[in-house]
């Protein structure tokens, strides 16, 4: 089992409040990804960072920022939440260096709902 | 349009039968195919992952199978357990980027029955 860790796994909250979904891993890996999945869609990148300092937006516009200050740890923030944002928020992680063969260890996931 | 199509949508089997999942793609240029297993809350897993030059790759009772020519893969479950009640994604990854692209299916709701 890949060693990436996501907090919460549930969360319920309110529209406008800030939330942020924490995901850390301790593989050393320099690429980090968050998709997000509804029920029965494929899964969409919405943000992803090629190492420290390094954020970049995905193919899925969405509202929420990410940060990374620290190679193991890729936080997700929302700052103003809405129904629309109610989703599977999926962490992912790879080693950097180019070849076919890496592969994107993922993380269980943190399930959103915003009432 | 998605470039990975995965059928069926969802398949119920009885334990201890086989069964096969499709995926097609358009993914160009290709670089390699992953199929992923999603237990219900989790993240997905690989199971097994196909270049280019490669067409039947076996992990235990999971065998993948690609025709790059004709752009698609196949999963073979054979003697299947309860456990494997899951969500099976097709993964295709593309060379054509520095970030090696993945595209998703929908994956195929796999049910097994007792």
Not at chain 1, 6 to 28: D, F
Not at chain 1, 83 to 107: D, K, R
Not at chain 2, 66 to 95: F, M, N, W
Request: net charge neutral; aromatic share 10%.
């Amino acid at each position: 089992e890949a060693d990436i860790y996501q907090t919460p796994r549930y969360l319920v909250i309110g529209t406008g409040k800030k939330i942020t979904l924490e995901c850390s891993q301790t593989m050393g890996h320099d690429k980090m990804y968050w998709y997000q999945q509804d029920p029965g869609m494929e899964l969409h990148l919405i943000h992803y960072s090629y190492g420290v300092n390094s954020t970049e937006k995905g193919d899925l516009s969405s509202e929420s920022t990410v940060s990374r200050i620290r190679t193991e740890h890729f936080p997700l923030t929302l700052e103003s939440a809405r129904p629309s944002h109610t989703s599977q928020y999926l962490c992912a992680s790879s080693v950097a260096l180019a070849t076919s063969y890496n592969e994107q260890f993922f993380g269980p996931g943190t399930r959103l709902t915003v009432l | 349009k998605n470039q990975v199509e995965q059928s069926p949508q969802s398949l119920i089997i009885l334990e201890g039968k086989n069964c096969t999942l499709q995926c097609n793609y358009t993914v160009s240029p290709f670089s390699n195919l992953r199929w992923y297993k999603q237990d219900t809350g989790r993240g997905p897993v690989s199971l097994t992952i196909m270049t280019f030059s490669e067409n039947t790759k076996s992990n235990g009772r999971y065998t993948a199978t690609l025709d790059a020519d004709t752009k698609q893969s196949s999963l073979h479950i054979t003697a299947s357990q309860l456990s494997d009640s899951a969500s099976y994604i097709c993964v295709v990854k593309d060379r054509g980027s520095t970030l090696g692209r993945l595209y998703f299916g929908r994956g195929t709701q796999l049910t097994v029955w007792p």
